[in-house]
């Protein structure tokens, strides 16, 4: 029990650590500039399709620096990288939604709680990737695939929000790639190890 605890608060870290230290100050520095906000102006679904992706970058790659650092063994459960990731997709959830609560009407944080719950299955499904790229020694395929489905799944706001009916396309895409993602995982049991096994 203690270890999972201890892989929930890493997950919560890498979150902490790649967002709210490093992207989004970073962000928020860029967004500052003239020079920024002239590019946005001009290109504003290119802008928003890279700022999409930057939260692929950033979060992946942490997860992969995560992975290399604290979990040195090859031969480990499925489980680890499902607990990553809720810890990882939780604290970002639980900082989504207080940073929405001043702007979000109450009739809609129905949909803001389904859009965090479909983030967190995202993210356990990304983290089981990046996982698998160790698990199967392919770490730099597995980090570039993972990075590619975070990008992809981001995108999906700047693309669509211009249309009508776009929160409940983007929420029903969303649900579409959780369940692919969970069908993912589930698969991915071939690559782990269970309990009953001797290592």
């Known amino acids: 029990m203690k270890k999972k605890g201890i892989t929930f608060l890493l997950g919560g870290i890498c979150f902490t650590v790649s967002q709210l230290l490093l992207r989004i100050p970073l962000l928020n520095y860029f967004l500052g500039t003239s020079k920024f906000q002239l590019l946005y102006i001009l290109n504003p679904l290119l802008i928003g399709i890279l700022i999409a992706f930057s939260a692929g970058v950033f979060e992946e790659s942490f997860r992969f620096i995560f992975r290399n650092l604290f979990f040195k063994k090859k031969d480990t459960k499925l489980s680890v990288p499902i607990i990553f990731g809720l810890g990882h997709g939780t604290v970002e959830a639980i900082f989504v939604l207080a940073s929405s609560l001043s702007v979000v009407p109450l009739g809609e944080l129905k949909i803001a709680l389904l859009e965090r719950v479909l983030a967190i ?4 499904g990304l983290t089981v990737i990046v996982w698998n790229g160790f698990q199967r020694n392919k770490k730099i395929q597995y980090l570039l695939l993972a990075i590619f489905i975070h990008g ?3 995108s999906l706001i700047p693309i669509l929000v211009p249309f009508a009916y776009s929160i409940l396309i983007i929420e029903s895409l969303l649900f ?6 969970v069908l993912y995982v589930y698969q991915s049991k071939k690559y782990y190890y269970s309990k009953g096994e001797k290592r």
């Open 121 to 124: 299955v995202l993210h356990v």
């Open 176 to 181: 579409l790639i959780d369940i692919f993602i």
């Open 152 to 154: 992809l799944a981001n």
